[in-house]
C-alpha cells in the first residue's frame, strides 16, 4: 500500500518540475532532439533541461533514443505513458484559459499573504 495520500500525488510527481510539462507539450507531437527542445524553451537553463530531461526518463514518461552518429545525436519522445498524459495536460491548459482570472486572484492572494516566498528556500 502506498504513502501516498492520494492516488493523484503519482501523477503529480511524474508533472513535478516547472519545465515537465512544458516539455511534455512539445514532444505530444513529434521527436525532437536536445537542441529542438532548447530552442522551444529558450527560457531554461541547457542544465535543468538536461535535470528535467532525465526525471522524466527515469520515470518512463519519455524515451531517450541515443544514435551512434558522429556527433552522437540524441532523440526525445513521449513513451506510452507520456502519451498518456497528455490528455491530463490538455485539460489542465484548458483549466488554466477558462479560469485565469479566478488563478490570478488566487496567485495576488497568496503573494500578499508570503511576499518573500524565494528568502525561505
Known amino acids: ?28 507531437a513529434q521527436t525532437l532532439r536536445f537542441g529542438d527542445l532548447r530552442r522551444s524553451l529558450p ?9 528535467q530531461l532525465k526525471e522524466l526518463e527515469s520515470d518512463g514518461v519519455i524515451i531517450r533514443t541515443l544514435y551512434p552518429d558522429v556527433p552522437p545525436r540524441v ?15 490538455q485539460q489542465m491548459h484548458d483549466f488554466a484559459l477558462s479560469h485565469g482570472d479566478l488563478l490570478a486572484l488566487s496567485e495576488a492572494e497568496a503573494a500578499r499573504a508570503d511576499p518573500h516566498p524565494a528568502e525561505r528556500r
Open 1 to 28: 500500500m502506498s504513502s501516498l495520500p492520494c492516488p493523484a500525488y503519482r501523477v503529480l510527481r511524474l508533472l513535478a518540475g516547472k519545465w515537465k510539462p512544458a516539455i511534455l507539450f512539445h514532444l505530444r
Open 43 to 51: 527560457e531554461v537553463s541547457q542544465k535543468v533541461l538536461t535535470a
Open 75 to 89: 532523440e526525445y519522445s513521449l513513451s506510452p505513458l507520456g502519451v498518456a498524459l497528455i490528455p491530463l495536460l
